[in-house]
């Protein structure tokens, strides 16, 4: 899977859009981008995913550079319950033969903060 | 979105003693399970992946005779800690996808806390 980088911590306004970036420029042609964040001491939740086109859901959005190099994840009025580690994942989104395709490989992810 | 379930959220139990952990996917079916292990302040290390009807595949570095998983059923996978020492605290999470589900998402459980004593 290809390998991500994001920002190690942000900090946004509440009700202010939080933009979390992350670069994935070894991103190959059946990978697709997904988000999970995890709040101190849960499991993580799963957001967003995309391959090369922008998406929306409930939670946030995601745009994805024309190139795929990097994304942004976009929660658009940050709440005090926003805060937590988000996570930037490259894999493939078709289910693998082999299952390699299925894991989640986490790295250090964002640690985003949203204060008053 | 789908629920897993995961159970006890919080163990405390005697070095030399064995702890199993529950994963369940509550309203879909999971051929594949994941197990996951987290330090404090540090990300999710994948331990092994469950197969529903045969054995796991677990990563490099990881005991399968200690780290015993059963995934018996579609919808609930096991995880055993054997012979747990002090070393082995840690927050295990466990993760599901939905056999159906060509999104390939996990959806995880809310984790479980273990302190060997």
């Known amino acids: 899977d290809a390998k991500t980088t994001q920002p190690p911590s942000m900090d946004c306004a509440e009700g202010r859009a939080a933009n979390l970036p992350c670069n994935h420029s070894?991103?190959?042609?059946?990978?697709?981008v997904y988000w999970y964040r995890q709040i101190h001491s849960q499991g993580p939740q799963y957001i967003i995913h995309?391959?090369?086109n922008n998406e929306t859901n409930e939670m946030a959005s995601l745009i994805i550079t024309e190139d795929r190099k990097s994304s942004t994840l976009i929660l658009p009025h940050a709440t005090l319950r926003d805060t937590a580690v988000y996570y930037c994942i490259v894999r493939p989104g078709a289910t693998s033969l082999t299952g390699g395709g299925n894991k989640l490989t986490f790295g250090t992810g964002t640690q985003l903060k949203v204060e008053l | 979105g789908a629920v897993v379930s995961q159970h006890p959220s919080w163990v405390i139990c005697k070095s030399g003693t064995s702890v199993k952990i529950e994963c369940r996917s509550l309203?879909?079916?999971?051929?594949?399970m994941f197990w996951y292990r987290q330090f404090p302040k540090q990300s999710l290390m994948l331990m092994a992946t469950s197969n529903e009807g045969s054995k796991a595949t677990y990563e490099q570095g990881v005991e399968k005779d200690k780290f015993l998983i059963n995934h018996a059923s579609l919808t609930l996978s096991t995880l055993t800690v054997t012979s747990a020492h002090p070393e082995d605290s840690s927050f295990y999470i466990c993760?599901?996808?939905?056999?159906?589900?060509?999104?390939?998402?996990?959806?995880f459980g809310a984790g479980t806390r273990l302190s060997v004593l």
């Open positions: 995309g391959l090369k």
């Open positions: 070894t991103i190959s042609g059946n990978e697709y």
């Open positions: 309203d879909f079916q999971a051929t594949t």
């Open positions: 993760s599901a996808r939905d056999s159906r589900d060509a999104k390939n998402i996990q959806y």
